[in-house]
């Protein structure tokens, strides 16, 4: 059965090679893997509905690899050559739709013991979802300009911008109204990283002090 296209398009118009596509669907069930498990371990439905956003874009993607391969295929050979391609693809797509299922924990209110939880909280390297406002500090500013890195030990791992998804985007990306950001670091930093993207926290100063 042939996938369904979802609403999500490229950064850019241009067609991917298949080895692109299958690039971006590995990157993209990594970053599922890890927003799924930090959902359930901090009740964060914010992360959860997230990850059932990047489910579809991998529906867009496999419904792209098919659209690639029917048109690459010339012979007997390229088509032996593609089928392993999209067998893999397609398990990345089923990998995907598991990952999704674990956000379930967190949607269906199923939840876990709160003392494991209390235990997770404890790890300093925790994954956040962050929404520029129109009144934030952040709005066009680029993330190499911001140096977050540095300044805060944050990595912003994708940026959803529309119906267009930026997966570990460059640091000449700069944040826009609307933005939603998912990124991952420390909690305090984390804390004052949505603190400006929200614009409650209008001094960027502000944002990098408390957590120096």
Not at 163 to 172: F, G, K, N, R, T
Request: with cysteine; glycine share 4%.
């Amino acid at each position: 059965m042939l996938p369904s296209f979802s609403s999500f398009e490229r950064a850019d118009s241009t067609p991917m090679s298949v080895r692109e596509i299958l690039v971006e669907m590995k990157d993209l069930c990594g970053l599922m893997i890890d927003l799924a498990y930090a959902s359930v371990l901090f009740n964060d439905e914010d992360l959860a509905n997230e990850v059932l956003e990047y489910e579809r874009e991998i529906d867009s993607l496999l419904y792209e690899l098919w659209t690639s391969a029917s048109v690459a295929v010339r012979d007997r050979g390229d088509a032996k050559m593609m089928s392993s391609v999209i067998k893999l693809a397609m398990a990345m797509d089923e990998i995907s739709n598991a990952v999704s299922d674990i956000t379930h924990v967190v949607l269906r209110k199923l939840g876990i013991h709160e003392a494991l939880r209390d235990v997770f909280k404890k790890i300093d390297i925790q994954y956040r979802r962050a929404v520029i406002s129109k009144d934030s500090i952040l709005v066009g500013k680029s993330i190499g300009e911001l140096n977050l890195d540095v300044e805060l030990g944050i990595y912003i791992l994708a940026i959803r911008r529309g119906d267009e998804l930026i997966i570990d985007p460059e640091d000449d990306v700069k944040f826009m109204k609307d933005d939603v950001v998912i990124v991952k670091g420390p909690h305090e930093s984390l804390v004052n990283f949505i603190s400006a993207a929200s614009g409650k926290i209008r001094d960027w100063k502000a944002v990098i002090g408390d957590v120096s």
